[in-house]
């Protein structure tokens, strides 16, 4: 499998095949790159409905060479620490930013949201957020108001009475337990619609069916997270071995 970046030519075929409704799985084949390349490339620079060949080559030329520009003085690279390879954090980063972005997520959203969750401390201030991404404080707030609308941070003073936003893990039990509550509305207003087209009719029969496997999945959510929870404050045992790796899901897109 080839390596190396994308060049200027394979960003057009990837714009070409794009424009035929082509699945990232196929124009990936076409290029002999892997699919998660085309996926990314895609999703960073403004989606399959608004990819440019010419404008996100440019991008990226202009991340490269922020990169090579050296940090300020006094401020240390968060990549150095305990040793960690740049680049490959680098990478980590955008294969986590993609991820979110196919969840949902706008994109400055989603790379705020995976500097939280990469840095060692968990939380940044404003100013700090718009150094590591380069991004201007409004881009910064207008992010943060999103995140925080959506219970994916928090935020708190510190003792200098700067706020600071922050991840942790009970932030992901309650996005569990959100989870579970916007299921429950689902199966309500599946259940509305059984008594309106008559109980006995085949929509209604599909909305009850709707409902029944809804309340199934969220009661099991609910018991899933009440269960797990604690461990998201165990401390990992170092003589555990590693799970096993999960057999890869087949590609939506195929």
């Not at 401020?75 to 979110?100: I, K, M, N, Q």
Request: charged share 30%; hydrophobic share 35%.
């Amino acid at each position: 499998m080839p390596g190396g970046r994308l060049t200027q030519q394979e960003r057009q075929q990837i714009a070409l095949g794009l424009a035929d409704g082509l699945a990232y799985a196929e124009i990936a084949r076409r290029l002999d790159r892997p699919t998660s390349t085309v996926t990314r490339e895609v999703m960073r620079n403004g989606g399959p409905t608004d990819y440019r060949a010419d404008l996100a080559h440019r991008a990226t030329e202009r991340r490269a060479h922020r990169r090579r520009q050296p940090a300020p003085r006094g401020e240390r690279a968060p990549s150095r620490e305990y040793g960690r390879d740049a680049e490959a954090v680098r990478e980590y980063e955008e294969a986590f930013t993609t991820l979110l972005m196919q969840s949902g997520l706008p994109k400055m959203m989603a790379r705020v949201l995976t500097c939280l969750y990469t840095t060692d401390a968990g939380s940044l201030t404003a100013s700090e957020l718009g150094r590591r991404l380069q991004v201007s404080p409004a881009s910064v707030s207008k992010a943060i108001t999103f995140l925080e609308s959506r219970d994916l941070i928090r935020r708190e003073r510190d003792e200098r009475r700067r706020e600071r936003y922050i991840v942790d893990n009970e932030l992901w039990y309650q996005a569990m337990i959100a989870s579970a509550k916007a299921n429950a509305q689902l199966a309500e207003t599946a259940r509305q619609g059984v008594g309106i087209l008559g109980p006995d009719t085949p929509a209604a029969v599909r909305l009850e069916n709707i409902a029944r496997f809804v309340d199934f999945v969220g009661e099991s959510i609910i018991r899933a997270a009440e269960q797990a929870r604690e461990v998201l404050y165990a401390a990992p045992d170092p003589s555990a071995a590693p799970d096993p790796a999960p057999d890869p899901a087949p590609d939506p897109s195929v």
